[in-house]
């Protein structure tokens, strides 16, 4: 290869990195389970056809940015730009059709072929929720509930979160009507994107971030007042159950999101800690009609984009609330001693004990840097000497205490009880 960068809009996880990836990846899967979410796995890549029919042909998405291959079979498969639409393919094989709720939570990659940007990516990962298979505003409203406790165990305060209803199917006709016949005389000053999205996606002209765009949506009527009283009212319970949670919302009209799937409750999260636009999270109810389907199936859900969340945490100077385990280093002087470790390494560790351990003939003083370089709490150094009486030299790497001879019978019991004292107090 000649150079040694991933592909643009990728990057690479380094061990340090991924231990904060852990840290949040756990936490979700602990705070979802609270909420009795289980985790479902599904395949990174699908039949298109379940992209195009789950988000919409018009949608962005869809247009523009899918990963799309042929097979060998000559099948067309896609690189999932999102999760919700594979969990839903997944649970045709469930009792969803029934009515049965299903609570799941995923989190992997997703890939978009969007133009890279800070906090834009092409390969990138997020950790979502799907509650699936009931219509409630309640449900909504625990949804959104659960999405703020998970950001708040993950150290992440001040966000905001913006909601809207995109009513129900029906409701869309006469509101995308009045939109449109206020959009027909506004068109010259409109961008170039929003004319074509007037042909064939009106409602994300109402999202366009153009300056002149943003001026004539401004002005433009209130399409709420087309839908039905029905779908009013399911709005309202949302936002009833939010207050009764305490949760702090803007509603905000202009927030249409930019998959086609969603109806009733639509929502946001952004971050100061971001720039205006760029969304932490987004989800809200949506309905799916799947292949071999009649009726559509309901759900409500989110996503969160885990390199976001990161960059807000970032903002926040938020730390991990684990340290990096301090190894044990085993320090070998001569051949002998060397095998004689190779075989306590491995009862350390089963002891429950991170070990690091020179495999070469190198120094004593070029394995103390080594035990230094990686961060160890203890080195164990063993030559003839010690293995003829049987026993080892614990050295303590910070602190006051002296180094002492264990014999080695006793070893795995004493580091242990060393090692996690250490790490109560130093920690
Ligand atoms: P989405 O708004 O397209 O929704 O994506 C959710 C989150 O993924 C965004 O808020 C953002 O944090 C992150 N994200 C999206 N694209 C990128 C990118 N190119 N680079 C970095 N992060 C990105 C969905 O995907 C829906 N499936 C959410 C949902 C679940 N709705 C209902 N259930």
Redesign the pocket.
């Known amino acids: 290869m000649a150079n040694s960068a991933p592909p643009p ?1 990728t990057a690479d996880i380094f061990p340090e990195e991924a231990r904060r990836w852990q840290w949040i990846e756990q936490t979700a899967a602990s705070v979802f389970g609270r909420y009795h979410y289980g985790e479902l796995r599904t395949p990174i890549f699908e039949y298109t056809e379940v992209f195009q029919r789950g ?1 919409g042909n018009e949608t962005e ?1 869809v247009q523009k ?1 899918m990963y799309t291959f042929h097979d060998r079979g000559g099948r067309s498969l896609t690189l999932r ?5 594979g ?1 839903m393919r997944a649970l045709l094989n469930t009792d969803v059709l029934n009515g049965v709720e299903q609570r799941v939570f995923y989190h992997g990659p ?1 890939f ?1 072929g ?1 133009r ?1 940007a800070a ?4 390969q ?3 950790i ?3 509650n699936v298979g009931r219509v409630a505003p309640e449900l909504d409203a625990e949804c959104i509930a659960m999405l703020m406790h998970f950001l708040e165990e993950i150290g992440i305060t001040g966000a905001e979160l913006r909601i809207n209803t995109r009513g129900v199917m029906a409701d869309r006709a006469p509101a995308a009507e009045l939109l449109r016949t206020y959009f027909a005389s506004h068109l010259d000053a409109m961008c170039p994107d929003c004319r074509v999205r007037y042909e064939r996606n009106l409602w994300r002209i109402l999202d366009c971030k153009q300056e002149t765009c943003r001026q004539v949506v401004a002005q433009a009527p209130d399409y709420l007042a087309c839908f039905s009283a029905d779908s009013r009212a399911y709005f309202d319970r949302v936002l009833e159950a939010l207050e009764a949670l305490g949760i702090a919302y803007r509603i905000d009209r202009e927030l249409v ?3 086609d ?2 109806v009733h409750t639509v929502f ?2 952004t971050h100061p800690g971001l720039g205006a636009q ?9 309905e799916l009609f799947l292949p071999d389907q009649t009726k559509p199936v309901q ?11 990161m960059m807000v945490q970032d903002a926040l100077g938020v730390k991990l609330p684990i340290a990096p385990l301090a190894p044990i280093c085993l320090i070998s002087l001569g051949e002998r001693a060397r095998l004689a470790n190779l075989k306590l390494a491995g009862q350390l560790r089963r002891a429950g004990l991170p070990v690091v351990l020179e495999v070469e003939n190198k120094s004593l003083k070029s394995q103390m840097r080594t035990a230094n370089r990686v961060g160890a709490a203890f080195a164990v150094i063993r030559g003839d000497e010690e293995l003829a009486r049987n026993a080892a030299v614990v050295k303590p790497m910070t602190g006051e205490q002296e180094q002492q001879e264990c014999p080695i019978n006793e070893l795995p019991g004493r580091l242990a009880a060393l090692w996690n004292a250490r790490n109560k107090t130093e920690f």
């Open positions: 809009g988000l998405v940015e730009p999102e999760g919700t639409a969990v997703m978009r969007e890279p906090g834009r990516r092409r990138f990962h997020q979502g929720v799907e999101r930019g998959l799937y969603y946001e999260i760029n969304a932490v999270a987004g989800g809200g109810r949506y759900g409500v859900g989110f996503a969160a984009g885990v390199e976001r969340l």
